[in-house]
C-alpha cells in the first residue's frame, strides 16, 4: 500500500462528461486526477451517438470522431409504413464513439489532467476539507487518495452517489443492445445520409430500432426498449435478429457487439451534491429517455459544473448550490415533456391500439413537417411548435 495521493478533483469515469469536465478543470488551473476501470477508451463503446449539428459545433468536434454525416430521416413503422425527411445538407453527425472518448482524453491530458486507465474508486468518505478514496488498479494493487471534490461521473450506474430515494422520483429505465455490421457498399449506400428508425409494435415491442451509417461499408443495428415489470418481454438479442431479417442484413458480418442501460428520472429532482462528492451525466440523470441520448446532455452538465467547481476551489464552496437549477435551465423546461412523451410513447406501444396512435402521429409529422423541424422535434424537444398535434397525442386524448 502506498501513501496518500492527492489532487483537487478525482473524478471517476472517463466518459465524455468525466473527461470534459477533466480538461475544463485543468485548463482552469485545478489539479485532477481521472480514473476508469477500461484498459482502452477504445473498448465498451455503447452509445450509438447521432448528434445534431449544432451540438458537434458546439464541443467543436473535429472529424476525426465523426463516422458519418447524416441529413434526413427514415421512419419504418407501424407495420410496414415509411416515412422519410430529407434535408438538402447535413443536419448532424454519428460518432465513433471510442475515438471520441480517446480524443477527450487527449485534450484532458494536454491541459494536465491525469488519466489512469484500469482502476476504479472502490470505496470513499468525507475527510476533513474533502474526501479520502481508495482505488483498486490492475492486479489488485489498492492506492489512497485524497481530494478536496469527487464526482461520480460512472454513468448510469451511479457507482458512488448510489441511486436516488422514491421521493426524489422513481428511477425509469430501458436497455439496448447494438451490433456493428459490415456490409457491401451498395448495400450500405442504402442506409447512408440518413437515421432510420423501426418503431410499432411488430418491429420492437415497448421500444424501437435503428440503423445508423458510420464509416464507408459499416452500419450499426440496434434495438432498445423501456422496462416494463407488468409484461413479458422478449430477448433484445431475438428483436435484433428478427430487425436483421426484416432489413435484408443477414449476410453481413458482425464486427462488435455492444449494449448497455439507461436510467433516469423524468423531473430530475435527485441530489446533484453529497458533502464532497458531486454527481455528472447520467449519474444525476442527464440521459433523455425519448431518444436514449446521453452524449451531448452529459457534457452539457460538465460546461454547467466546471465554473462552479472553480470557483469552490476558490474558497467559495457555496457557488455549487447553483449547479442543479442551473443545469436544470440548460437542459430546460420541455425535459420532463420529453421524459412523459417517452414513457407513454415506448411502454404503449404493445398493441394495435399504440401502434394506430403513433401512427396518426407520424401521419401529421410527414404533412407538416421537414427534415429540420423534425431534428428540432426530437433533439430540442420543441413540441410547442406541433401542439395541436402532440399534445393531445402526449395526454392520451387520441
Request: with cysteine; net charge positive; aromatic share 8%.
Amino acid at each position: 500500500m502506498s501513501d496518500v495521493q492527492t489532487c483537487d478533483v478525482l473524478i471517476a469515469g472517463a466518459g465524455p462528461a468525466g473527461l470534459l469536465l477533466a480538461r475544463l478543470l485543468a485548463e482552469g488551473g485545478a489539479s485532477v486526477l481521472v480514473v476508469d476501470p477500461l484498459q482502452d477508451l477504445r473498448h465498451g463503446a455503447f452509445s450509438s451517438a447521432a448528434l445534431p449539428l449544432e451540438a458537434v459545433r458546439h464541443f467543436l468536434l473535429p472529424e476525426q470522431v465523426q463516422a458519418a454525416q447524416w441529413r434526413g430521416w427514415e421512419l419504418h413503422g407501424p407495420g410496414e409504413a415509411l416515412y422519410s425527411w430529407i434535408a438538402d445538407h447535413s443536419l448532424g453527425a454519428v460518432l465513433d464513439f471510442g475515438a471520441l472518448r480517446c480524443w477527450l482524453a487527449a485534450q484532458a491530458q494536454a491541459a494536465g489532467a491525469q488519466l489512469r486507465l484500469g482502476w476504479a474508486v472502490r470505496q470513499w468518505q468525507p475527510s476533513g476539507s474533502g474526501a479520502s478514496a481508495s482505488l483498486r488498479g490492475p492486479a489488485g494493487v489498492e492506492q489512497f487518495h485524497h481530494c478536496r471534490w469527487l464526482v461520480d461521473a460512472t454513468g448510469q450506474r451511479r457507482a458512488l452517489l448510489g441511486d436516488p430515494s422514491a421521493e426524489a422520483g422513481s428511477l425509469v429505465s430501458g436497455e439496448g443492445v447494438e451490433w456493428l455490421l459490415e456490409v457491401p457498399t451498395p448495400q450500405w449506400q442504402r442506409w447512408a445520409d440518413r437515421l432510420s428508425f423501426m418503431l410499432g409494435s411488430s418491429w420492437v415491442p415497448q421500444g424501437y430500432g435503428w440503423v445508423f451509417p458510420m464509416q464507408s461499408g459499416q452500419l450499426k443495428l440496434g434495438v432498445c426498449r423501456l422496462h416494463d415489470g407488468r409484461r413479458r418481454q422478449p430477448p433484445l438479442h431475438l428483436l435484433l435478429r428478427g430487425l436483421q431479417q426484416r432489413l435484408e442484413l443477414e449476410g453481413a458480418t458482425v464486427l462488435d457487439r455492444h449494449g448497455g442501460l439507461i436510467r433516469s428520472t423524468i423531473r430530475r429532482r435527485e441530489p446533484h451534491q453529497r458533502g464532497p462528492l458531486l454527481g455528472l451525466g447520467d449519474a444525476v440523470s442527464t440521459g433523455n429517455l425519448l431518444g436514449g441520448e446521453g452524449i451531448r446532455h452529459a457534457m452539457a452538465s460538465s460546461e454547467v459544473l466546471a465554473p462552479l467547481l472553480l470557483e469552490a476551489l476558490a474558497g467559495r464552496p457555496e457557488r455549487l448550490s447553483r449547479y442543479a437549477p442551473r443545469l436544470k435551465r440548460r437542459l430546460g423546461w420541455r425535459w420532463s415533456l420529453s421524459g412523459r412523451l417517452a414513457r407513454r410513447t415506448w411502454l404503449g406501444l404493445h398493441s394495435s391500439s399504440g401502434d394506430e396512435r403513433l401512427q396518426r402521429l407520424l401521419v401529421g409529422l410527414q404533412q407538416k413537417s421537414s427534415a429540420e423541424e423534425l431534428s428540432a422535434l426530437l433533439f430540442d424537444y420543441r413540441f410547442e411548435r406541433y401542439g395541436l398535434k402532440v399534445l393531445p397525442y402526449l395526454l392520451g386524448w387520441r
